[in-house]
């Protein structure tokens, strides 16, 4: 499939969780907006998955991390240890990498443990750190973010993008139901929300197929993706649970998924 030059193109890298499977991979999606690629999490399988989907690590501009579980960051460290190797592809453009309160102090203890292997030449790193109390709001070259402080951990953040011709899509990362998703996610094109178990297994700090609809109807979005999901998701109709409170435009995330939404 093609992209178009213009629009915000998605391409779902993982949509499962820590449970190996060779079908989903961890959580992961790459977003494309003008000239930036945008990696939103980067759980185990990532940089596989971007091979896959004909992109490198050196192409990727920004990191943003919803909160720092392994399933959403486990390939952080082989990230930026790849961009060591030795007369391979070098980075030429700074790597911004964005997350919730913490973050410097996370990555402070990943050094303790892998030193220098893990530090990019000087001006090849930014990290922004986010406001976890509050929403958050900054603009970069070619697009705007917005973020959220969500239920999940401390850190755990949800994010909206807006592309220069104000097209939007927002990343719930891990959340359980709260009011902050739906005023992020009101009436933006995309939202790619977590429903990580079927209705009857619910559990604290996560969503089910009906909650995130409930989500994506008060919010008036128009489109939602379902990702996330656990083994469990795939015994039962995970659609029809969605349809309980939802009835727009619906996908269910699989690997290498491809969306795109025109400019």
């Known amino acids: 499939m093609a992209f178009n030059e213009s629009g915000i193109k998605i391409t779902i890298l993982g ?14 999606v790459l977003a494309e907006i003008g000239k930036a690629k945008l990696l939103f999490d980067s759980g185990p399988g990532t940089m596989r998955r ?5 992109t490198t690590i050196f192409d990727i501009s920004h ?5 720092f579980h392994p399933d959403h960051t486990a390939e952080f460290v082989p990230f930026l240890f790849s961009t060591k190797y030795p007369n391979g ?5 700074p790597l911004t990498v964005t997350a919730g309160r913490g973050f410097l102090d996370f990555y402070s203890r990943l050094k303790a443990v892998y030193g220098h292997w893990i530090e990019l030449e000087p ?7 986010l406001d976890n109390n509050n929403r958050d709001a900054r603009q970069f070259e070619d697009f705007s973010v ?6 999940h951990n401390e850190e755990s953040l949800a994010y909206r993008m807006t592309s220069s011709d104000g097209k939007s899509i927002v990343y719930s990362g891990d959340t359980d139901y709260n009011e902050n998703l ?3 996610a009101e009436n933006t094109d995309l939202l790619i929300c977590e429903s990580a178990l079927p209705d009857k297994y619910r559990v604290k700090g996560h969503l089910t197929p009906s909650l995130a609809g409930e989500i994506a109807a008060r919010a008036k979005v128009r489109k939602l993706v379902l990702t996330h999901f656990y083994p469990a998701c795939d015994q039962i109709d995970i659609e029809q649970e969605c349809r309980k409170s939802y009835s727009g435009p619906l996908v269910l995330a699989e690997d290498l998924m491809r969306i795109e939404i025109p400019a």
Do not use: W
């Open 182 to 184: 739906i005023d992020l």
């Open 50 to 54: 971007l091979l896959e989907a004909d």
């Open 89 to 93: 592809q070098q980075r030429e453009d």
């Open 123 to 129: 001006g090849l790193l930014n990290m922004i750190e």
């Open 15 to 28: 949509s499962g969780t820590c449970v190996p499977s060779l079908k989903r991979s961890s959580c992961s």
């Open 63 to 67: 990191i943003f991390y919803s909160h």
């Open 146 to 151: 917005q973020s959220a402080p969500m239920v």
